[in-house]
């Protein structure tokens, strides 16, 4: 019989960039870069290729991966010019932490890494607060669940948008559809008032062109644990979203969360120098966030944003 895998495996790329190998005893692997904690890879026990990675990504470390899971904190878009479009969590070096002792309640016998970030490894001028954003990424055979929590280590309140920002590997959009937004507001970025709001009635969503929009659940038909769904011709992926606050004095309380549905399509992909070609037709970004408005969390609270995967 073949010796199983260690759970995680640590090695490091031709360009000194620390990569992070996640295996669980059913077969399913998952691949995380230190840099950025970006997961490159989820790869299911039946061998479904549940993310997309652009070919062209740049892995050296000298720009934010390009495809499967980069993170965006403390700011979505670049509302502060001064900080890197989706801030700096994503170009920041974070921290493995060794034998974690994490359950994961989605997942029974997980395997899972975290990996941590603070001030002293990410931050800016223009951000200049004491945080603690703690990653953990569980695996299970056919489920990914990505938790960031985000921790306010000082003694004053500060404000923050963080996105989850999921390359799905959908194999071809022209046949993709997803479900789960249907009464939702929707802002379309690219619309002529992407200010402005307006209810989606929408019970599939289909793409044929350059989608950037983010779904507001305010107003949405079903409970908010409920997943989307994204209609793949190689099968469903659902994806659950929740975020939770956590007082200083351990009070918790749900926080609804956005989620934003991007695909650059022809022009847009061909302008980006790490979009591999046709790469626009094989993927589609389903992102679970806090980006509506910036989220306050007060000294010694914390925000944990979920995100569920699970191929179908
Ligand atoms: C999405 C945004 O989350 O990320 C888009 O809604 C943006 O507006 C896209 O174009 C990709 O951003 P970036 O910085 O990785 O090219």
Known sequence: MAEERPTIESCTNESGQQVVTLSHSSGATATIYAFGATVTDFTTASGRQVLWTSSKAKLDGTKAIRGGIPLAFPQFGQPDKRMAQHGFARIST???????????????????????????????EAWPFAYEAEYVIA????????????????????SFQCLIHTYFN??????????????????????????????????????????????VPEGID??????????????????GRTALY???????????????????????????????????????????????????CEPQAAIALKQVIRAE
């Open 94 to 124: 974070w921290e493995l932490v060794e034998e974690p002792s994490v359950s994961v309640s989605e997942i029974e016998d997980a395997a899972v890494c975290v990996f941590k970030l603070n001030p002293a490894m990410g931050t800016h």
């Open 222 to 239: 079903a409970p908010l644990e409920d997943p989307c769904v994204i209609n793949t011709p190689g099968g469903n992926i659902s994806v």
């Open 139 to 158: 695996i299970g055979a056919e489920t990914m669940v990505n938790t960031l929590s985000i921790r306010n280590t000082g003694d004053e309140a500060f």
């Open 246 to 296: 956590v007082d200083a004095e351990g009070g918790a309380r749900n926080l609804p969360v956005d989620t934003v549905v991007w695909n650059p399509w022809i022009e847009k992909a061909a302008a980006m120098a790490d979009f591999e070609e046709g790469g626009w037709q094989r993927m589609l970004c389903v992102e679970p966030g806090l980006v509506n408005g910036p989220q306050t």
């Open 170 to 215: 959908i194999q071809d959009i022209t046949t993709t559809t997803v479900t789960g937004f249907q009464g939702a507001l929707v802002y379309d970025k690219i619309g002529e008032t992407p200010d402005e709001c307006s209810p989606d009635g929408n019970q599939l969503i289909t793409i044929d062109g350059n989608v950037d929009r983010v779904y």
